[in-house]
């Protein structure tokens, strides 16, 4: 069973934090998946207009085991903002599914919306895009990234729901 959580209550017991500690991003992204509330420690992926390192990282195991249980964990896209060239599909929508990831938040753009839209798993991005990502291998894993001005580590934990998403360098709940 999912953990309930409530972005605005944790800006509401956090908003005097450091933003180091606790970030909230920009209200420009939009839920194309039927996982509409997601959360977990954060997996980062750098690329422009190539999704080779996206790709790598939904295929592997996008969850770990605690002693509370399993939990997914999100995958997180510094694609630049780029509205050029989907970095998501239909079929690594499905892969990042099966692989147990709570959700994918790109900054950039996804495809294949009709696809997208009844995985169980979060997806969300600024836009959609037919234009597939050309392979040239290009990219980094597990650095920070800048995602609309927000900074965002590998470990830091990501809550999205319907009042917007937010990172904290710890587990909140």
């Given amino acids: 069973m999912k953990k309930r959580f409530s972005t605005c209550d944790f800006c509401d017991a956090h908003k005097s934090a450091d933003g180091q500690q606790f970030r909230v991003l920009p209200p420009l992204f939009r839920d194309f998946a039927a996982c509409k509330v997601f959360s977990g420690p954060v997996v980062t992926v750098k690329c422009f207009e190539d999704n080779t390192w996206v790709k790598a990282a939904v295929d592997s195991c996008g969850f770990i085991e605690t002693p509370n249980g399993r939990v997914g964990k ?23 599914a099966k692989n147990g990831w709570a959700g994918v938040v790109i900054d950039g753009c996804v495809r294949d919306v009709q696809e997208l839209a009844v995985l169980e798993v979060g997806i969300r991005a600024l836009a959609s895009t037919p234009m597939p990502t050309e392979k040239k291998n290009q990219g980094l894993q597990d650095v920070a990234v800048q995602i609309q001005g927000v900074w965002v580590r590998p470990g830091d934990w990501l809550y999205a729901d319907a009042d917007g998403m937010l990172v904290s360098s710890m587990c909140l709940d």
Avoid: I, P
Avoid at 75 to 90: E, I, K, M, P, Q
């Fill in 74 to 96: 999100v995958l997180v896209v510094d694609g630049a903002g780029s509205l050029h060239r989907a970095l998501l599909g239909g079929n690594l929508g499905v892969t990042a």
